[in-house]
């Protein structure tokens, strides 16, 4: 029986994944990495820690992507005590145009991907009577969100299923709790609105009212909590990390 905690990081190729792996590997636990970037099985082992990879997993809403997750864990390690996961389908515009296809691609990526992986961590987990579950879903799902209504009603939709999960398997001693973002300074969001060019930035950060994006590194920071196991009485809540537009 493994003794060093384990936490599952469901997609480590994008977005905070590889920061969350190198923070939890720095902190004691070894992983299961689902799609791992290239360099970070390296960067693992030179903190020390174990890791096991998962292929083809990035798409949660797939019957057996979490299920493989979990059961290179047990296999592994007979264990899991974290668990972190997001993703997303985003469909803009307006609802009076929207369409089935639409409300189907946001449901599926927005909701079920996240109903999935939780059904499937979360049972070992209430077993041993501990552990810690972290989903990053979106800030558009604190507030109304203009052009986005599909899109910030499942977001909605998911940070309402983690309170309801966190409500039933809190006398377990297990926590789950949800991360919306916005306005977070990564690839991704920089090629979607044209923030590479130092004029669109200027409006774009106009818009938060701290006046920037968010860094990766002080992401992972913040959702280190959620699952070093460092502050385990703090369960059911859904936040925001984008620098106060969801307040």
């Known amino acids: 029986m493994n003794e060093r905690p384990v936490a599952i990081v469901a997609n480590a190729r994008h977005y ?46 797939e019957p057996t992507a979490a299920p493989r997750l979990l059961d290179i864990a047990m296999d592994a390690y007979g264990r899991v005590d974290s668990a972190v996961f997001f993703g997303g389908d985003i ?16 449901v599926r990526g927005n909701l079920e991907a996240v109903y999935r992986p939780l059904r499937v961590f979360l049972p070992p987990m209430v ?6 579950v972290l989903v990053i879903t979106s800030a558009s799902g604190l507030r109304v969100t203009p052009g986005a209504p599909l899109y910030s ?26 991360v919306g973002t916005n306005y977070m300074d990564f690839p991704g969001f ?16 106009a818009q938060v009212p701290m006046k920037r994006l968010g860094g990766m590194d002080e992401f992972s920071n913040f959702c280190m909590a959620f699952l070093d196991g460092s502050a385990r009485f703090h369960t059911g809540q859904a936040i925001g990390f984008d620098g106060g537009w969801s307040a």
């Open 91 to 106: 469909v803009i515009g307006s609802f009076l145009k929207s369409s089935p296809e639409d409300l189907e691609k946001v």
């Open 153 to 178: 009603s499942t977001r909605a939709a998911a940070n309402m299923l983690v309170k309801n999960v966190a409500a039933e398997v809190a006398g377990a001693g297990v926590q789950v709790n949800a």
């Open 127 to 132: 077993e041993r009577g501990s552990g810690q």
């Open 190 to 205: 920089i090629a979607a609105t044209g923030a590479d060019d130092p004029g669109v930035r200027a409006k774009i950060e």
């Open 16 to 61: 905070v994944g590889p920061y969350l792996a190198r923070g939890l590997a720095g902190a004691g636990f070894d992983l299961v990495l689902g799609d791992p970037a290239d360099d970070l099985i390296d960067q693992i082992e030179q903190l020390g820690a174990n890791s096991w990879i998962a292929d083809n997993v990035a798409d949660l809403a």
